[in-house]
């Protein structure tokens, strides 16, 4: 492969919501690649909290700053999709052991799938490693403060989906 081509990454998820550990890894991505697109997976939850097109909408206001980062929905094959952008690498984040099988189960299908693309793992920022996107809806639901978990515009969406008392 050309040294000099210019490395493009997808990073996949269901960002059901966007979470401050997507966001971390997002930005180390931005430093690390030329370019980086935030791919939104849209059938993946039967019924998710956000529909496909907020998680972008949100996605696209906390990125709008990043020039190098993209947002995306996409539906079927991951590397499916990775291969129409033409994109070398799939990028997860990998908070704790736990998350190891499951992710070594997609890496290594999706390069089954596709010898071509690459998964690269990288970690969040240790304040985040507990984090996740069904941990933030279910404290948001029970009256339990979110605030530092995820960026501001989750938060007022979430209210203005369900309203609390507080
Ligand atoms: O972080 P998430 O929400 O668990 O993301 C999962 C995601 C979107 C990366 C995964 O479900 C996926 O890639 N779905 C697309 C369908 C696909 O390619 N499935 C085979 C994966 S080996």
Redesign the pocket.
């Known amino acids: 492969m050309d040294k000099r081509s210019p490395k493009l990454a997808v990073y ?4 059901d919501p966007l979470t401050n550990g997507h966001v971390d890894i997002i930005e180390r991505g931005a430093r690390l690649f030329d370019r980086i697109i935030v791919a939104i ?1 849209v059938n ?1 939850e039967k019924d998710p909290f956000f529909e496909a097109c907020e998680r972008k909408e949100i996605a696209d206001e906390v990125f709008g700053g990043f020039p190098n980062v993209e947002v995306e929905t996409f539906d ?4 499916d999709y990775a291969a129409r952008k033409e994109a070398n690498v799939i990028v ?1 984040g990998l908070r704790a052991i736990s998350d190891f099988e499951y992710e070594m ?2 890496a290594l ?2 390069r089954r799938l596709n010898r071509l693309i690459e998964t690269v793992f990288m970690m969040p920022d240790e304040r985040y490693t507990y984090l996740s996107s069904r941990l933030v809806k279910e404290v948001y639901a029970l009256g339990g403060s979110i605030s530092g978990l995820v960026p501001e515009i989750v938060e007022s969406r979430l209210a203005s989906k369900m309203p609390r008392a507080d």
Do not use: A, H, I, K
């Not at 079927?76 to 590397?79: D, E």
């Open positions: 996949p998820g269901s960002f997976l993946g079927g094959l991951l590397v997860r189960q997609m299908m999706n």
